[in-house]
């Protein structure tokens, strides 16, 4: 194996070293690994910057609890070694934007883990990160469905997000890999809606891969016109309000003076249209198992969303179901069959799985910032590196013995075949340990160090 200069790589443990114009700082003992990892983003930053950086991915990572911003120097031993501004700066001032630094984890991630020309599968979808406080910028009362009240709101910053869908050669399930994420402000007049911002991060990932199609994916409430602009690479799969009402396809022109019709006649919503409906049964393959499915289409317009543009209607219901539906969609893909769209449709929950790991295993929305700059980017930082430890995992990390030492450890996981993101993390944090604590000139061990190599290894796991 080769290191990023070219020289053979010789150590397992790679010095990302400090600007020589500041001595005072040491170097950050990284494995070769995560370095590997964390290399292709380099341009993204400062040198400094990109230190800072690498060091803050590890410290979030090797960080058990109380991942906050201080916290993430504890986690990576820092902080006797770097200043607590020195994080905070970098999530406040520091110059580095994070569109482009997601744009260059997307790039990462399509190299490790999508085939080569294959199309990209794409979920969206926001999640609020409670927080508390009147001065926490764009923080406020907000949906969240994962909250405990009965209401179903909460108080905090809600992400909109842009996750790619992939899999994993070791996991039955559709992992998701958060990429590109932006605040969302709550309140009319405030800033772009939801749809708005969901609408953008897809067309920068269109315009980031102009050879592939972008398959993108989303629940009920990503609908409107903001998708009518969308590239032409770019199709987008979402649940039909029951109240939405589509159209025919507009009949051909008569000859006659004035505007032509737009719309065909009125189709009714779902619920009519399933009623006179012909079913067919297709095999849908989705949530680890194949089910049989009753699945029915219709090519027709859906004038309030978008427009004149023609797009399909899929109705699916279970085969026990003998009336009604279970699920419909509305698809600006007119060539993927009824029972592709809706198992694309299913891997839309990979993305809640990526916001339920990314929040309560590695710590996102821990932190306690307030200002501006630092609010919009420290959860998106989190759910990247959550993505970052995942590409980590893929390409060194995984060993089917992991498996097999979790069950041996906890031994009531008598089924479990399959490492879980806490696996990947705790495959990391002792992949840090072990690079914090090789020296480079190997001596005898003192006591107190090996007591704190194996109370660091236990806690890895806490």
């Known amino acids: 194996m080769r290191d990023l200069a070219g020289g053979t790589r010789k150590s397992a443990v790679l010095n990302v070293r400090l600007l020589p114009t500041n001595p005072v700082l040491p170097s950050l003992n ?122 179903k709101l909460s108080y905090g910053n809600c992400f909109v997000t842009a996750a790619i869908l992939a899999d994993l050669p070791f996991c039955s399930r559709t992992v998701g890999l958060p990429v590109l994420a932006r605040l969302h402000l709550p309140g009319k007049g405030k800033g772009p809606g939801k749809v708005e911002t969901a609408a953008a991060l897809a067309s920068q990932l269109a315009l980031a891969f102009p050879g592939r199609l972008v398959h993108v994916v989303a629940d009920a409430a990503y609908h409107g016109p903001a998708l009518r602009t969308l590239p032409e690479n770019v199709t987008w799969t979402c649940r039909i309000p029951r109240n939405a009402v589509p159209y025919d396809l507009a009949p051909p022109r008569t000859g006659k003076r004035g505007r032509p019709r737009a719309k065909g006649k009125r189709l009714g919503t779902a619920d009519d249209i399933a009623a006179a409906a012909a079913w067919a049964t297709v095999t849908v393959p989705a949530y680890r198992r194949e089910d049989i499915k009753h699945v029915t289409e219709v090519t027709c317009l859906w004038y309030g969303s978008w427009h004149t543009r023609t797009v399909r209607l899929i109705l699916s219901r279970d085969q026990r179901t003998s009336s009604g539906y279970d699920l419909a969609l509305v698809t600006t893909d007119l060539d993927a069959s009824p029972a592709t769209l809706v198992a694309r449709y299913a891997t839309r929950w990979a993305i809640e799985q990526a916001f339920a790991d990314a929040r309560n295993v590695l710590g996102a929305g821990e932190a306690r910032n307030r200002v501006r700059r630092a609010v919009e980017r420290t959860v998106p930082f989190a759910m990247l590196a959550y993505t970052l430890i995942v590409c980590w995992y893929a390409r060194h990390g995984h060993d089917p013995a992991d498996i097999d030492d979790r069950r041996a450890a906890q031994p009531w996981y008598r089924t479990k075949t399959e490492p879980a993101f806490e696996d990947m993390l705790i495959k990391l944090r002792r992949t840090i340990i072990a690079a914090r604590f090789s020296p480079s000139c190997p001596s005898q061990p003192a006591h107190d160090q090996i007591r704190a190599v194996l109370a660091a290894w236990d806690a890895a796991a806490a």
């Not at 060091?55 to 820092?78: D, F, P, Q, S």
């Not at 969206?124 to 764009?138: C, T």
């Open 30 to 151: 990284l494995p070769a690994s995560l370095l590997e990892t964390l290399s292709a983003l380099g341009p993204c930053f400062t040198a400094p910057g990109f230190v800072t950086f690498c060091g803050l991915v590890a410290g979030l990572a090797g960080r058990v609890h109380r991942r906050t911003v201080v916290g993430m120097l504890l986690g990576g031993c820092l902080q006797q070694a770097w200043p607590h501004d020195r994080a905070h700066y970098f999530f406040a001032r520091a110059r580095w934007e994070l569109d482009q630094l997601g744009l260059a984890v997307a790039q990462l991630v399509v190299l490790l883990l999508v085939p080569p020309g294959a199309d990209l599968r794409v979920a969206v979808d926001d999640s609020v990160f409670r927080r508390s406080g009147r001065k926490v910028h764009g923080a406020g009362w907000q949906h969240d469905g994962s909250s405990p009240a009965k209401n």
